[in-house]
């Protein structure tokens, strides 16, 4: 979730939804009833013979945000009804068929970094209390091993990821206990850029990755925690898989090529998640998917900056102006079939093997037509059935995928400490850079 995108989503709740600006649907959402149906029993039956498992949703971050951590004044049973509805509760998991979830555990980019530890630990804390609250639903996982039998038992596996590097708050010493505490990735960045690893949608200073920022990932590839590149820039993609012995993956990002968004993963970086064996997953956050939308912002924003310019002053005539401009250019907006898109653009240019889904539920406020809650997966599957992947594909896509990488970065972690048994000494000082 960034400040970003929530400035996003509350203007563009406002809008009207203009029905010729909905990106092209393709047969399959016209096709009639039954053959949907038919689709859909095919794609749920796969998803319960693997795991699906997520690659980032922000329910931790919500329970901050609504009732400071405070799980009996918001119960997971039923979190639809609210005045300000949620995407993830118990029965709509159920129903999306999911079987594994990475819990971002956040730490808004607005707080002062001093705070960002104290913050990353009450909400692995948080996950912590969840899962215990709804034991015959959630069990915490550490590796692909402990994922595959809660999956078994008919449990969603509940993993960890941290997002962005403030989390550790230049400090190996911390980043090792946090991996202690059950944190399996860490994006190197969030909106921010770091002292150690330039952000995506932050002014860049390092170019990168610093030098202190590259033991960091040593250091994640010995502890067996991944490596994921989501929200960071660029160059610090390219440095930190040129540096990373471990697959690395995006936990939530989609395909630059279809999208110039900054969020997204350029070309050539496609080219090293392959060489790389690492994984994509795919996100279905609107304006990082298409790119019609992306560019409406765009021009939003423009219009917004030459009226608070022309009328200086006069706020309430800027609004009444911007009111009139929305209701002249409706927000395009996106579909399930648009996320569908980035699939298939990702498996023609790397293939099958490094593609999964991240779909960011409940660190965004809009979603794509079609995907409106974790309930939804199976429809986006569906879709992919349509469109000619096989069962074998589907499976890969849903979980075994993922799997296959936290098994590659446990093993390569067993190997880099049997190579140093001691962790690194190194602290942020002795880099010059
Ligand atoms: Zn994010």
Redesign the pocket.
């Known amino acids: 979730?960034?400040r970003l995108?929530l400035s996003i989503t509350i203007f563009s709740l406002f809008f009207a939804i203009d029905a010729s600006k909905v990106n092209a649907q393709t047969d399959y959402a016209n096709s009639n009833a039954t053959n949907r149906a038919k689709f859909l029993a095919q794609a749920t039956s796969i998803l319960e013979s693997v795991p699906l498992i997520d690659g980032?949703n922000?329910v931790p971050i919500q329970y901050r945000s609504r009732v400071r951590y405070k799980l009996s004044q918001l119960d997971f049973h039923n979190t639809s009804d609210l005045q300000r509805p949620m995407h993830t509760d118990i029965p709509r998991m159920k129903a999306g068929r999911l079987g594994g979830q990475f819990w971002?555990v956040?730490v808004p980019t607005n707080v002062p970094e001093s705070e960002s530890v104290q913050i990353t630990l009450e909400q692995i804390d948080f996950v912590h209390r969840l899962v215990d609250a709804y034991p015959d639903f959630l069990e915490i996982a550490h590796t692909a091993d402990d994922v595959e039998r809660i999956f078994g038992n008919g449990k969603v596996a509940s993993l960890m990821g941290m997002?962005g590097g403030q989390s550790i708050g230049n400090s190996l010493q911390v980043l090792r206990q946090m991996y202690e505490l059950g944190a399996r990735y860490m994006?190197i960045t969030?909106?921010r850029t770091l002292d150690w690893a330039d952000s995506a949608t932050d002014t860049p200073r390092h170019d990168g990755l610093t030098g202190f920022g590259e033991e960091v990932i040593r250091e994640m590839n010995w502890l067996g925690m991944m490596v994921d590149l989501?929200?960071a820039s660029a160059p610090t993609m390219r440095d930190a898989i040129a540096v990373s012995t471990a697959p690395v993956i995006f936990?939530?990002s989609s395909a630059m090529g279809l999208n110039n968004h900054p969020?997204n993963v350029p070309d050539d970086v496609l080219d090293m998640v392959k060489e790389n064996n690492g994984i994509v997953m795919v996100?279905f956050?609107p304006s990082f998917i298409f790119e019609e939308l992306h560019q409406h912002i765009s021009n939003r924003n423009a219009e917004r900056a030459r009226l608070d310019y022309y009328y200086t002053g006069q706020p309430d005539l800027v609004s009444e102006k911007m009111r009139e401009w929305d209701a002249a250019n409706p927000a395009p907006v996106a579909t399930l079939e648009t996320v569908a898109n980035h699939i298939d653009y990702i498996k023609n240019r790397i293939g099958i093997d490094h593609i999964g889904i991240g779909g960011?539920y409940d660190?965004i406020s809009l979603l794509p037509e079609g995907l409106k809650d974790v309930s939804t997966y199976p429809d986006l599957f569906a879709e992919l059935l349509y469109r000619g992947y096989t069962e074998e594909e589907l499976k890969k896509i849903a979980g075994l995928n993922i799997l296959r990488v936290m098994r590659d970065v446990e093993t390569e972690s067993i190997r880099l400490q049997s190579e140093r048994p001691q962790a690194s000494e190194a602290i942020i000082g002795d880099y010059q850079d």
């Open positions: 979730m960034t995108i980032h922000d971002s956040y997002e994006s969030h909106g989501s929200h936990s939530h969020r996100t956050i960011d660190g």
